[in-house]
């Protein structure tokens, strides 16, 4: 029987031994390690943590300027800023933003495009800044939220400042408007610059001017706890309001013109010559600016984009189009220039005019035409032979030459975006545009503003305004005064004279030459003994006629009947309004344009210093504005409506249609 095998009591000693020891080395290195990374923590980086420690409990939020306001020249407020409720998104405590928003899209009827802006709005914007989510929040979206905002985290609503235009529709092509920062321009935009800040000039003055009625923000230092919840508000800085801003526009003048072209398709400008400041800028029809603020509706914005009648489009400042004759005064000062014609040159107007060579006629407007013809009667009576004539001699290149320096062709610099620079045609300008020659009959339309020939209203304004002050250019601006912390350059008088190689005298000539248009020749109809008007009627043809026909104004579509025109200055002995007037499809610009030019003459010149035009009173405006909310309600009921039948019939028709088709089974 073997003997148990006794314990090695030694070596079981030495093995407890070599663990202790090892498990204290275990422990040593891990108790150093703690004691290396706690001094690392405490002396190495406690800058770095203890400034995360602070961001943790404190936010930098920022502070967003108020927008500046705009006036007219009198003072008048044409652009306001109002407290409107907002729903705010702030982006620490939604815990997903975009199931959030999908929630509220029935609340506060967001669409999808509104959405993805406002989730790329998160992306672009500082962590800890609130994203607007709807402007101008109703009483009606303001209680259904209310009742569901304990499940909306970090959604909240907030009295803000918003843009108003308490004229609605009498100066939207001028002073344009703003609205919500889209995707684009958040990736375009300075963030700290727009820090809180949910608009942005689109179009117009709003615009042009955005950097200095924008502001410059602040913020303000706020400590939470570790849900977020505010506990005291640490620091602050201020913001820097935007600059307010006087315009040059005149609101009486601007009223009488929009009341003028009301029903009809068109544009007034109407500048001071002596300065360049521009006193009226209408185009009709216009459209309320204020919905584009918080969000136009699809509908609405659909209904004004495919309205015939172009609301949205800016006749005035990109409308082009043949000028007809207004051009004619400017034309026959080239003439002088050039030495091609002197106030005593004469030719014979037979009724037409025929190229060397060539038995095409260019008919005049005066069957059996004028007779005898010099420079002052061709204005007058606007013979279109003399200038046929003239036109001919000068070539289309000097002709353009001379042209361009009365700044057609070429964008006026007035201090609004988007501005067209209009058509005035070269041999260089065909060959580019069209990759062929020039021919000598296309001189023959452009110099009586037909053909490839396209001005603006405002071309035409800027032009006759420099006329109105002896060759002096000016360039058409609205900004007239500025007030605040941006600074700014303002235009207060014309840039010197344009180059003429005639006698000064021949202004002072032409001035006459355009007062007897309004005293005996074709503006006639306007002439007044109260002061002296000197002005220039235009008929530009809109549809083609064929060699041999005449116009025949009763068997065209009413669209494709001609442009009236008038363009002017008043008083000719001291002028203080140049003006131009287009009415698309007119007719005759001595019956249709020239009365309205005559009508905003009498305006400036004899009322507005004893009986100027005022805005209505706040009471009225609240009415005016109650009236226009009942009306649109009232007329989206309509749509609402048709829009209902329509769908019901297709979906009928559909119906009928699936039914005729289908086989009958056997």
């Keep these: 029987m073997n003997k148990p095998i006794s314990p090695d009591t030694d070596q079981i000693d030495r093995i407890f031994t070599h663990r202790i020891i090892i498990l204290g080395l275990l422990i040593f290195a891990g108790l150093a390690v703690l004691i290396l990374r706690y001094s690392y923590l405490q002396v190495v980086a406690h800058d770095k943590y203890k400034t995360q420690a602070n961001n943790n409990r404190t936010k930098l939020i920022s502070s967003p300027p108020s927008r500046g306001y705009i006036y007219d020249r009198n003072g008048i407020l044409l652009a306001d800023n109002q407290p409107v409720f907002t729903a705010m998104l702030n982006p620490d405590e939604a815990e997903d933003p975009e199931r959030t928003l999908t929630l509220l899209a029935p609340i506060f009827d967001l669409t999808d495009e509104d959405i993805v802006n406002i989730l790329a709005r998160l992306k672009q914007s500082k962590k800890n800044d609130p994203v607007t989510i709807k402007i101008d929040v109703t009483d009606a979206q303001l209680a259904q939220f209310s009742e569901r905002q304990p499940f ?8 803000k400042l918003t843009r108003t235009y308490p004229y609605d529709e009498l100066f939207a092509h001028v002073i344009g408007y703003v609205g919500r920062i889209n995707d684009k321009e958040s990736k375009e935009i300075d963030k700290e610059r727009y820090g809180g800040t949910d608009l942005i000039g689109k179009i117009g003055i709003e615009a042009f001017y955005e950097d200095i009625l924008l502001g410059q923000p602040g913020h303000k230092a706020v400590e939470t706890d570790a849900h977020g919840n505010l506990l005291r508000q640490l620091d602050t800085k201020a913001p820097i309001a935007g600059n307010d801003i006087t315009l040059s526009l005149d609101y009486g003048l601007q009223m009488v013109a929009q009341q003028q072209l009301a029903g009809r398709r068109g544009a007034i400008v109407a500048i001071d010559p002596q300065t360049g400041d521009v006193l009226a800028f209408v185009s009709n029809p216009s459209y309320d600016p204020n919905p584009f603020i918080s969000g136009i509706s699809f509908k609405d914005y659909g209904e004004l984009r495919e309205d015939l009648d172009q609301p949205l489009y800016n006749r005035a400042l990109q409308g082009m189009y043949p000028p007809g004759s207004t051009i004619k005064p400017f034309e026959a000062m080239g003439g002088l220039h050039y030495g091609l014609r002197t106030w005593n040159t004469t030719i014979f107007d037979p009724g037409y005019f025929s190229l060397p060579g060539n038995s095409h006629r260019f008919r005049d407007w005066k069957k059996g035409g004028h ?46 975006p988007n501005e067209k620079a209009g058509i005035m045609p070269s041999p260089k300008w065909k060959k580019d545009s069209y990759g062929t020659d020039w021919l000598p009959g296309e001189t023959i339309s452009v110099s009586i503003g037909q053909g490839y020939f396209l001005a603006t209203p405002l071309q035409i304004a800027k032009a006759t305004a420099i006329t109105a002050n002896k060759g002096y250019k000016i360039t ?35 001035q006459e030459t355009m007062e007897n248009v309004v005293k005996q020749g074709t503006g006639r109809r306007i002439y007044t003994s109260d002061y002296r008007i000197a002005g220039k009627t235009g008929t530009a043809q809109v549809k083609s006629i064929a060699q041999g026909k005449s116009y025949n104004k009763a068997a065209l579509d009413k669209r494709h009947w001609d442009h009236a025109w008038f363009n002017g200055f008043a008083p000719v002995d001291n002028p203080q309004i140049a003006l131009s007037v287009l009415v698309e499809n007119g007719g005759g610009g001595s019956v249709v344009a020239a009365p309205i030019g005559r009508a905003l003459f009498d305006y400036w010149v004899m009322q507005r210093h004893i009986d100027p035009i005022l805005p209505p009173t706040d009471s009225e405006l609240k009415a005016i504005k109650r009236q226009k909310a009942l009306d649109k309600a009232h007329h989206d009921a309509l749509r609402d409506q048709e829009d209902a039948i329509e769908k019901k019939a297709m979906e009928e028709k559909a119906l009928k249609e699936k039914t005729t088709t289908t086989p009958i089974p056997s």
Excluded: C
């Excluded at 909306?152 to 609503?157: D, R």
């Excluded at 007779?371 to 606007?382: A, H, L, Q, R």
């Excluded at 008088?493 to 002072?508: A, I």
């Design 152 to 159: 909306f985290h970090g959604v909240t609503i907030e009295s």
């Design 476 to 510: 058409p601006h609205l900004l007239k005064n500025s007030k605040g912390a941006a600074p700014v350059n303002i235009i207060k008088k014309p840039d010197g004279k344009l180059d003429y190689d005639g006698d000064d005298e021949d202004w002072t000539r032409m």
């Design 371 to 416: 007779g005898t013809v010099n420079m002052t009667k061709s204005i007058v009576m606007s013979v279109d032979t003399y200038y046929y004539k003239l036109a001919y001699e000068m070539g289309i290149q000097r002709l353009h030459d001379w042209m361009v320096r009365f700044g057609f062709g070429e964008k006026t610099g007035i201090d609004l």
